[in-house]
């Protein structure tokens, strides 16, 4: 926690629910917190909420000129990135089919959206959102990290990662290839002073995902029951369940720490289902 004051950290997704526990605790304990989302009112509106100095702005993480311009914004008012915590991220329709395993008859029932019915757009959606989302605001922050001492970059993976999920083939391979993309910019940092990790939450509700893994009277949905049935710890994750991984990960005491994906999951990748 102390070597976390003062500190300017920009974190993209930084008002969705995992990322925003994070720029809450973070601004807390006296780090300069600029959050990054989509739209500029609902990073106002949750800036406003979080104790301490925090920057609310809209901009798109695919785009590199608007990513730049946040930069500046930044560098002007408190100087340069010590770190980055790459948070936007998330899934479309499009790439994921209807049910996990295909039956034969499944080919020519029009009403189920088999593999064969996936839309590369949607593929094309998740991969730029969840990879070059992490790839753009990288070389524009990472920029100010380059021979500076204690700095870092998280990256957010997931534990579709290791072993993908049924359904959401798009991704469970980007967030692969943010964990592949980690391990890559970690070696390739390593003489810089910028340490790349990453982690890979488990199941956590979040806005994405609770009509998928809960009916609207909160009860579970067979997807919710089938994950909880296989999480060792029986729960979905808290988002301040991230928080230690995070400190310990942006802490000196990690010195020697980069290029890891460390799953926050109740150990379901350890879990072999039987
Ligand atoms: P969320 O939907 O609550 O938040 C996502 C945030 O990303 C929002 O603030 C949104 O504005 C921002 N965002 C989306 N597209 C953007 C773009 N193009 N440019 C800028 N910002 C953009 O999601 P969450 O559940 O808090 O997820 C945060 C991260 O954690 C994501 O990368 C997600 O894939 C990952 N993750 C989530 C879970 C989970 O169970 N919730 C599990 C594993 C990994």
Redesign the pocket.
């Known amino acids: 926690m102390l070597g976390i004051s003062g500190k300017v950290i920009v974190i993209?997704?930084?008002?969705?629910?995992?990322?925003?526990a994070m720029a809450k605790s973070l601004a807390k304990a006296g780090a300069k917190v600029a959050i990054?989302?989509?739209?500029q009112q609902?990073a106002d509106e949750f800036a406003q909420t979080l104790e301490g100095e925090v920057l609310g702005f809209g901009?798109?993480?695919?785009d590199k000129a608007s990513m730049e311009a946040v930069h500046q914004q930044i560098l002007a008012t408190w100087g340069p990135c010590d770190i980055l915590i790459n948070?936007?991220?998330?899934n479309h329709p499009q790439g994921t089919t209807d049910k996990p395993f295909m039956d034969v008859e499944d080919l020519n029932d029009d009403s189920i959206k088999t593999f064969f019915d996936l839309d590369p757009a949607g593929f094309k959606f998740v991969f730029e959102?969840?990879l070059l989302?992490t790839l753009i605001p990288t070389q524009v922050f990472a920029r100010d990290m380059v021979g500076r001492k204690g700095c870092s970059i998280i990256n957010?993976?997931?534990?579709s990662a290791f072993k993908p999920l049924t359904k959401v083939s798009a991704y469970s391979g980007a967030?692969a290839a943010v964990s592949n993309f980690t391990e890559w910019l970690s070696v390739h940092f390593a003489k810089t002073g910028i340490r790349v990790n990453a982690m890979?939450?488990?199941?956590?509700l979040?806005?994405?995902?609770r009509a998928l893994l809960t009916n609207p009277d909160g009860s579970l949905t067979a997807r919710g029951q089938q994950i909880i049935n296989q999480t060792p710890m029986g729960r979905f994750?808290e988002p301040e369940d991230l928080l230690s991984t995070l400190y310990w990960l942006l802490d000196e005491g990690s010195a020697f720490v980069t290029g890891v994906v460390i799953p926050i999951d109740g150990g379901y990748t350890a879990f072999s289902g039987v």
């Open positions: 993209t997704g930084g008002y969705g629910v995992l990322c925003g990054i989302g989509l739209v609902e901009a798109n993480v695919l948070g936007a991220g998330g959102l969840n989302g957010i993976s997931s534990l967030k890979a939450p488990g199941f956590f979040a806005d994405q995902n994750g």
